[in-house]
């Protein structure tokens, strides 16, 4: 199935992608702002996005420039380190880091934030890449509205293995992006969008 071709979405070039969208219908449009609203919050509580539902598996952490852990919401330029699998005392080394390269708030329908595999904060010109995924991969989150309906949706572009990287690295970051080729990125993704148009 040929990818989707969404404005503000990079194009599809080369690797994986992924297309995860989730709708629902109002039959009012109070319900329908409220809906929408809810879910643009959501997008942007980066720290709570486990929190709201426990099928995320993951831990997302807003961070700024410098890598300090911020309670606000998201900038350009500000980083999301991530820790796929619970640990009791999780190292540098145990998480992933991206950076978010966009926010487009300027239509008031829709709200659209992108992220990118990133080095360590401080480093964006040097060192590795701290991802399974190489730089040229993009993350695009899309929230937005119709007549009668709230979108959510995640899509990923250019998804390749980060092979930058030492051997041992090089390989488990394969592993890891064929796994999330053939779907269990895309079942996470699918319960993300859930959960931003869940109004609980």
Known sequence: MKHKKVPGVPNQIKGGYHD???????????????????????????????????????????????????ERDPQIGDYVKILLKAKPNPQKKDYIWVRIDMIDHSNPNSLMMQMRPSTLP??????????????????TFIVS???????????????????????????????????????????QWKTFTEMLLNNK
């Not at 709708?23 to 959501?42: G, I, M, Q, W």
């Not at 401080?122 to 190489?134: D, K, L, V």
Request: proline content about 1%.
């Open 20 to 70: 995860t969208e989730n709708k629902v219908t109002y039959p009012n449009s109070e319900d329908l702002e409220k809906s929408f609203n809810t879910a643009k919050k959501k997008l942007f509580d980066i720290n709570n996005w486990s929190n709201y539902t426990s099928d995320v598996i993951a831990e997302f952490v807003l961070c700024d420039q410098e890598g300090i852990v911020v």
């Open 122 to 139: 401080g480093n964006q010109f040097g060192g590795n890449i701290m991802h399974f995924y190489s730089s040229g991969s993009t993350l």
């Open 145 to 187: 509205k119709g007549n009668n309906y709230v979108k959510a949706a995640v899509y990923g572009r250019n998804e390749k293995a980060n092979t930058n990287t030492d051997l041992l690295s090089g390989i488990k970051n394969r592993l890891t992006a064929l796994g999330a080729r053939f779907g269990s990125q895309k079942i």
